[in-house]
C-alpha cells in the first residue's frame, strides 16, 4: 500500500470561498446630497450589523431600499456585491462590483471582490485581470497577491503563483494561511524540504491545527521518518478521536513497520467510526496481502471499492495482487481503473501504471 492517498485528502479541502467585507473598512463618503442622507446612512448601518450577524436577507432588504433612495454611491453597491458573495449569488456580485467600478474606477478592493466572484464561476482569466488591475492600484496588499497565486494555480501557472505567495508573505509575514498555500504549492513541486519550512512556520502560529499537522506527518513519510510521522497523527488523533483519517493513516505506517496488531488495532478504531470508509477496508487489504493472503487482501480491497467505485488506491493495490496471481486480463482492467480515477499529483504510480498497461496491451 501507497501514502499517495495522504496527500489527496490534504488537497480536497483548500477550496472553500474566502468572503470579506473587504469594503466596509474603506466605504466611499456618503454625500449629502441625496434627499434623505440620513436614512440612507441608517440603512447601510444596518446591513453592516446584519451581514456580520450572517442575516444576510436582511442586509440585502436594506440595501436594496438604500440603492432605491439613492444609487450614486459605490459603498452600497459594494456592500450589496459582497453580501451576494456570502450567499454564493456570484453573477449578481460580479453585476454590483462593476458598478462600484463604475463609480469608483481607483477602488483596488472592489477589483479584488469581483475577481473572487469571476473565480468561483470558473472565469480565471477576469479573476487574474482584476486580480492584477487591483495590485497595480494598490501594490502594497499582500491579500491581491496571494488570491491571484491561487488563480495562477488554477491555470497551472506555478511559478508565477510562488512569486506571489512569496510577494505576500514578504508584505505580511505573520498570515498562517500564506504559508499554508505555499507549502501546498511546494509539495505539488516535490520541494518537500521547502514544504516543511512552510508547515513548520505554520504550526508555530497554531500548533494543534489538524490539518497542518497531517500535511507534517505526510511530509515526515516521503523523507522515510516513520516515526516522526506516527506521533503527528497521534497527535491529531489526540484532538479528535473520530478523525478516521489520521486513524488510516496510523494503521498504514503500523502496517509498514510490520506491526500488524497496532495496524489492525487503528483501523478497527476507524472502522467504528465510519464502517463506510474505503481506506480501512484498503488498509486491511495491505496488512493481508503483506502477509501473503492474497485472496483476502483482494476480498478487502474489493470491499473498499464497494464503498467507493472511484477509489484509485484500491484498483492499484488490487493490480498487486493479479501481478502475484499472474492474472494478467484483472491486472490490466485493475490498472486502467486505477488511471481513469487516479488523482493528479499521483505522479510515480499513474507512471507505474501506465508503463504496465503498454506492456500488457502489446
Given at each position: 500500500?501507497?501514502?499517495?492517498?495522504?496527500?489527496?485528502?490534504?488537497?480536497?479541502?483548500?477550496g472553500?470561498l474566502l468572503?470579506?467585507?473587504?469594503?466596509?473598512?474603506?466605504?466611499?463618503?456618503?454625500?449629502?446630497?441625496?434627499?434623505?442622507p440620513?436614512?440612507?446612512?441608517?440603512l447601510?448601518?444596518?446591513?453592516v450589523?446584519?451581514?456580520?450577524a450572517?442575516?444576510?436577507?436582511?442586509?440585502?432588504?436594506c440595501?436594496?431600499?438604500?440603492i432605491?433612495?439613492?444609487?450614486?454611491?459605490?459603498?452600497?453597491f459594494?456592500?450589496?456585491?459582497?453580501?451576494?458573495?456570502?450567499q454564493?449569488?456570484?453573477?449578481?456580485?460580479i453585476v454590483?462590483?462593476?458598478?462600484?467600478?463604475?463609480?469608483?474606477?481607483?477602488?483596488?478592493?472592489?477589483y479584488?471582490?469581483r475577481?473572487?466572484?469571476?473565480?468561483?464561476?470558473?472565469?480565471?482569466?477576469?479573476?487574474m485581470r482584476d486580480l492584477?488591475?487591483?495590485?497595480?492600484l494598490?501594490?502594497?496588499?499582500?491579500?491581491f497577491?496571494?488570491?491571484?497565486a491561487?488563480?495562477?494555480?488554477?491555470l497551472?501557472g506555478d511559478?508565477?503563483?510562488?512569486?506571489?505567495?512569496?510577494?505576500?508573505?514578504s508584505?505580511?509575514?505573520?498570515?498562517?494561511?500564506?504559508?499554508?498555500?505555499?507549502?501546498?504549492?511546494?509539495?505539488?513541486?516535490?520541494?518537500?524540504?521547502?514544504?516543511?519550512?512552510?508547515?513548520?512556520?505554520?504550526?508555530?502560529?497554531?500548533?494543534?491545527?489538524?490539518?497542518?499537522l497531517s500535511?507534517?506527518?505526510?511530509?515526515?513519510?516521503?523523507?522515510?521518518?516513520?516515526e516522526h510521522?506516527?506521533?503527528?497523527?497521534?497527535?491529531?488523533?489526540k484532538?479528535?478521536?473520530?478523525?478516521?483519517?489520521?486513524?488510516?493513516?496510523?494503521?498504514v505506517?503500523?502496517?509498514?513497520?510490520?506491526?500488524f496488531?497496532?495496524?489492525n488495532?487503528?483501523?478497527?478504531?476507524?472502522?467504528?467510526?465510519?464502517d463506510r470508509?474505503?481506506?480501512?477496508?484498503?488498509?486491511?487489504?495491505?496488512?493481508?496481502?503483506?502477509?501473503?493472503?492474497?485472496?483476502?487482501?483482494?476480498?478487502?480491497?474489493?470491499?473498499?471499492?464497494e464503498?467507493n467505485n472511484?477509489?484509485s488506491?484500491a484498483?492499484y493495490?488490487?493490480?498487486?495482487?493479479?501481478e502475484?496471481?499472474k492474472?494478467?486480463a484483472?491486472?490490466?482492467e485493475?490498472?486502467?481503473?486505477f488511471?481513469?480515477?487516479?488523482?493528479?499529483n499521483?505522479?510515480d504510480r499513474?507512471?507505474?501504471a501506465?508503463?504496465?498497461?503498454?506492456?500488457?496491451?502489446?
Open positions: 500500500m501507497s501514502n499517495y492517498g495522504i496527500l489527496k485528502k490534504l488537497t480536497k479541502s483548500t472553500a468572503v470579506a467585507g473587504m469594503l466596509l473598512t474603506h466605504p466611499v463618503a456618503f454625500a449629502d446630497n441625496t434627499a434623505n440620513d436614512k440612507v446612512k441608517q447601510f448601518t444596518e446591513s450589523e446584519h451581514m456580520r450572517r442575516e444576510y436577507d436582511k442586509a440585502l432588504s440595501l436594496d431600499k438604500a432605491e433612495l439613492d444609487s450614486t454611491k459605490a459603498a452600497l459594494g456592500q450589496r456585491g459582497t453580501v451576494y458573495l456570502n454564493q449569488r456570484f453573477e449578481e456580485a454590483d462590483f462593476t458598478k462600484v467600478i463604475e463609480l469608483a474606477p481607483n477602488h483596488a478592493q472592489a479584488g471582490l475577481a473572487l466572484a469571476y473565480g468561483s464561476t470558473g472565469e480565471t482569466i477576469d479573476a492584477t488591475k487591483a495590485i497595480e494598490e501594490p502594497a496588499n499582500p491579500v497577491y496571494y488570491r491571484r491561487m488563480t495562477y494555480e488554477m497551472k511559478d508565477y503563483a510562488l512569486e506571489d505567495y512569496n510577494k505576500a508573505i508584505l505580511k509575514n505573520n498570515d498562517v494561511m500564506y504559508f499554508y498555500k505555499r507549502c501546498m504549492l511546494f509539495m505539488r513541486q516535490k520541494k518537500h524540504a521547502e514544504a516543511m519550512g512552510d508547515i513548520n512556520t505554520a504550526l508555530g502560529f497554531e500548533p494543534s491545527n489538524k490539518t497542518f500535511i507534517r506527518a505526510f511530509l515526515y513519510t516521503q523523507s522515510h521518518d516513520t510521522a506516527i506521533a503527528d497523527y497521534e497527535q491529531v488523533v484532538y479528535d478521536p473520530a478523525d478516521y483519517g489520521a486513524l488510516d493513516n496510523l494503521g505506517l503500523y502496517a509498514d513497520k510490520k506491526d496488531a497496532t495496524a488495532k487503528y483501523f478497527d478504531m476507524s472502522l467504528a467510526v465510519n470508509h474505503p481506506e480501512v477496508y484498503n488498509g486491511k487489504g495491505y496488512i493481508e496481502f503483506l502477509q501473503g493472503n492474497n485472496d483476502a487482501a483482494i476480498a478487502l480491497y474489493q470491499k473498499a471499492l464503498c472511484e477509489f488506491d484498483y493495490n488490487l493490480a498487486q495482487c493479479y502475484v496471481a492474472d494478467d484483472k491486472l490490466l485493475a490498472y486502467e481503473k488511471l481513469r480515477y487516479a488523482a493528479y499521483d505522479y499513474v507512471e507505474q501506465q508503463k504496465r498497461v503498454a506492456e500488457l496491451s502489446r
